[in-house]
């Protein structure tokens, strides 16, 4: 081990990973410390994103199980399906997609240590001591940290940065299937409603041939009476009639915090990132793209701060972050209203309204989060219902 990085990543997830590989090839020396044995675990995430991130990211075809057009709601008496005349995303290969960042890194001479957890960190006048124990113990210096430690956000739950449990988890729980009989291929499949999911919502992403990721998610579950996760995905499995002769092969589960994200992402010579950072879009618990974007963010600062030797510029990490989650708060909105109560009629009568949107508006919907195509429904709505829309929503949604 070096006497001093320029950089300590702790983590390797996406947003770790990703942060460890864009420096590394830009010339500094990083050290990426992972508490996971191997790099690629764990394994949970229904990675599915939109076509151009494959691109600005620039990711090999090795990260890719299969690609997407076409996006499906089902309910319990309700199912609309939308077209796109061309490849609309990916699904990707979760655990190739960390081995490839990593190695990239590794490739441009940063150093991993595996098995090995980063415990604490002290801020001084020149550099930060960062402590850790596992496989290896002990303590290393670097100019800047990172913390990308997942959930539970070791480093910037020290620094006050944000609670230990910033709000209610949500829970999901997947399997990988194989002999999946689809009926409709390259399909992102969504299924609202107590019916399959309570207070949540199912998928079933394709993987390529006949193999699919199918799991179900609950939000802020302990506010929640549902069924224990493994229960909730096998009743959901026997609802499905194109999982009727399906195998799981895997099974994978994990834990989130979905509430719009942590306001101050910086503090001296902390950064925090990805899950630690709650960067996870509260609407869809869509995280991986929006990982990536934050190691972006956060490393174009670290660049700044580190070739200009003055930590100020740090703080343009929080700038870009905001600009690009502005539209945050109306998705926690939109989530709270959507999930809050678990009722089949109501996500029917959600489904009948949307089904008419174009394809195009569905996109920016989910994936773009512009909530203002929402406005089209407005007419069909009562005028007591339309106003509270309108009231509680509208300000949030430009």
């Keep these: 081990m070096k006497d001093l990085y320029d950089i300590i990543v702790a983590g390797a997830g996406p947003a770790g990973a990703s942060c460890a590989r864009i420096l590394s090839k830009s010339g500094f020396k990083v050290l990426l410390i992972e ?19 494959i691109s ?10 299969t690609y997407w057009d076409k996006f499906e709601i089902i309910t319990k008496n309700e199912s609309s399906l ?23 890194a590794v490739q441009n001479g940063c150093e991993v240590l595996i098995g090995t957890n980063v415990t604490g960190s002290k801020q001084k006048n020149s550099f930060v001591d960062v402590e850790f124990s596992g496989i290896h113990r002990g303590k290393a210096k670097a ?11 070791t480093l910037a739950t020290q620094a006050n940065l944000r609670k230990s449990t910033p709000c209610s988890p949500s829970s999901g729980l997947e399997y990988i299937m194989s002999n999946v009989k689809f009926k409709n291929k390259n399909n992102l499949a969504f299924y609202l409603g107590a019916e399959f999911a309570p207070f949540g919502y199912g998928w079933i992403f394709p993987m390529g041939s006949n193999t699919a990721k199918v799991g179900v998610a ?7 009476k549902s069924l224990p996760l493994l229960e909730l995905l096998n009743k959901f499995v026997q ?19 979905v509430n719009g994200g942590i306001t101050k992402l910086v503090q001296g010579k902390l950064l925090v990132i990805g899950d630690a950072a709650v960067n996870v879009n509260p609407l869809g618990a869509e995280g991986i793209r929006h990982h990536l974007y934050a190691s972006k963010f956060a490393s174009s600062a670290i660049k700044n701060a580190l070739h200009k030797n003055n930590m100020i510029y740090l703080k343009n990490y929080e700038k870009d972050w905001k600009k690009y989650a502005r539209r945050w708060k109306a998705s926690l909105f939109l989530t709270k209203a959507v999930y809050a109560k678990s009722n089949d009629k109501i996500f029917d009568k959600g489904l009948g309204l949307i089904k008419n949107l174009s394809a195009d508006d569905i996109f920016d919907l989910f994936f773009e989060y512009k909530f203002q195509k929402l406005l089209k429904i407005v007419p069909k709505l009562s005028h007591k219902t339309k106003l509270k829309f309108l009231q509680g929503f509208s300000k949030l949604a430009t």
Excluded at 82 to 104: A, C, I, M, S
Excluded at 218 to 224: A, I, M, Q
Aim: charged fraction near 25%.
């Design 35 to 53: 508490r996971s044995q191997e790099i690629g675990a764990p394994n949970f995430s229904s990675a599915g994103m939109p076509d151009y991130v």
């Design 218 to 224: 609950v939000y802020e579950t302990t506010k929640h």
């Design 56 to 65: 600005e990211f620039d990711l090999p075809k090795s990260t890719i199980a």
């Design 239 to 257: 609802k499905v009639d194109i999982l009727k002769n399906a195998q799981p092969v895997e099974l994978h589960g994990g834990t989130l915090f």
């Design 143 to 153: 100019k800047l940290v990172v913390d990308a430690t997942g959930p539970c956000g």
């Design 82 to 104: 939308w077209h796109y005349p061309k490849t609309r995303g990916y699904v990707l290969k979760f655990n190739e997609l960390k081995k490839f960042l990593v190695q990239d």
